[in-house]
């Protein structure tokens, strides 16, 4: 008999034939998230299941006695409690590095559409504001040759590194718990401390997992070592930025914008006063989200789901569940 899974979210055919051709599934194919009760109530028999984000609590893992895999679609696994998860002796896997280059494009994206004001200036330009020619206030500032700082030296910190260095002949310093002697020899990086990064940077990106440690990691005493007209980008988690304290740093003019494409509330409130900030430029939670990166997060997925329901050696079980 195959082990039965479920499929939380709608996949392509190929992931689904993939998956059919070892498990016994069902699979919620509306393009908006599934509803907790639905869920609750098709997880009662399963062994194992794939979902983009799956909020574990107790009552969830109560739901599901026979659950023995949670194959997150997304690299991301906050929402995942590890400890609850291994007193249950359920495996958890992510989706690692198929996303580190699409979302390496991303961060460039923020970085070059706040510095050089390319969504600002597409409004001005679209609502027909562009009525004389050199306008002093088009000036922007500069990439290239300019100082990144990363925070957090993973394997997408190091893709964004590789583009800075090689692709905008950036100064890239960073910073993280363990020093990266190879990618420092490959780039030309250098690590600082957290406070000499945030003193000498153009572009500040904060690319650390959410975790105790990392939650507000950039907060008001933080943004306040940043140079006065520093661009901060997050691409990681909101909540690894204190959101109170950025959006009163922009107000005073304390540091120079902000490239978000995630924030402490998702989706965000329109009311957020981010939101309405020239020198803020947002885009909602999209780093991954490219047709071929999701395809390839999903059969990653796939293939964790089905070694972890047949007795197979999933590849990307989450560092706290490795045992
Ligand atoms: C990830 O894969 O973690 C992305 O941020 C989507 O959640």
């Known amino acids: 008999m195959k082990p039965k899974v479920f499929i939380a979210k709608p996949v392509s055919q190929q992931v689904e034939d993939y998956i059919a051709g070892h498990c016994d599934y069902r699979i919620w194919r509306e393009e908006e998230s599934i509803p907790n009760d639905i869920l609750f109530d098709e997880i009662k028999d399963v062994q194992g299941l794939m979902i983009p984000k799956a909020k574990v609590t107790e009552n969830f893992i109560k739901q599901a006695p026979n659950l023995?895999?949670?194959?997150?679609?997304?690299?991301?696994?906050?929402?995942?409690?590890?400890?609850?998860?291994?007193?249950?002796?359920?495996?958890?896997?992510?989706?690692?590095?198929?996303?580190?280059?699409?979302?390496?494009?991303?961060?460039?994206?923020?970085?070059?559409?706040?510095?050089?004001?390319?969504?600002?200036?597409?409004?001005?330009?679209?609502?027909?504001?562009?009525?004389?020619?050199?306008?002093?206030?088009?000036?922007?500032?500069?990439v290239h040759h300019s100082t990144l700082g990363i925070i957090g030296m993973g394997r997408i910190g190091e893709q964004v590194a590789k583009r800075a260095t090689q692709g905008f002949d950036m100064n890239v310093l960073y910073y993280n718990r363990n020093a990266r002697p190879e990618v420092e020899k490959k780039y030309g990086l250098k690590k600082e401390s957290l406070e000499q990064l945030l003193n000498k940077s153009d572009f500040v990106l904060t690319m650390v997992p959410l975790?105790?440690?990392t939650q507000h990691l950039i907060g008001e005493r933080e943004l306040k070592q940043m140079k006065e007209d520093a661009i901060l980008i997050n691409a990681s988690r909101g909540q690894v930025v204190d959101e109170k304290a950025l959006i009163h740093a922009l107000?005073?003019?304390?540091?120079?914008?902000?490239?978000?494409?995630?924030?402490?509330?998702?989706?965000?409130?329109?009311?957020?006063?981010?939101?309405?900030?020239?020198?803020?430029?947002?885009?909602?939670?999209?780093?991954?989200?490219?047709?071929?990166?999701?395809?390839?997060?999903?059969?990653?997925?796939?293939e964790n789901l089905v070694a972890g329901v047949t007795g197979g050696k999933p590849e990307n079980v989450v560092e706290e569940l490795k045992h």
């Open 211 to 213: 975790t105790e440690e």
């Open 68 to 142: 023995k895999i949670i194959s997150h679609i997304s690299v991301g696994y906050d929402t995942l409690d590890t400890d609850l998860m291994a007193d249950y002796n359920i495996i958890g896997t992510h989706t690692p590095y198929v996303l580190d280059d699409t979302v390496a494009d991303l961060i460039f994206g923020l970085i070059l559409s706040s510095s050089r004001r390319i969504s600002q200036l597409d409004q001005y330009v679209k609502v027909g504001k562009w009525d004389k020619l050199d306008e002093p206030t088009f000036l922007s500032k500069d």
């Open 251 to 302: 107000g005073e003019g304390m540091i120079g914008g902000a490239g978000l494409d995630v924030f402490e509330n998702e989706p965000v409130e329109p009311s957020n006063p981010l939101l309405k900030m020239d020198n803020v430029v947002t885009t909602p939670h999209i780093g991954s989200a490219t047709a071929q990166a999701r395809e390839a997060m999903a059969m990653k997925a796939a």
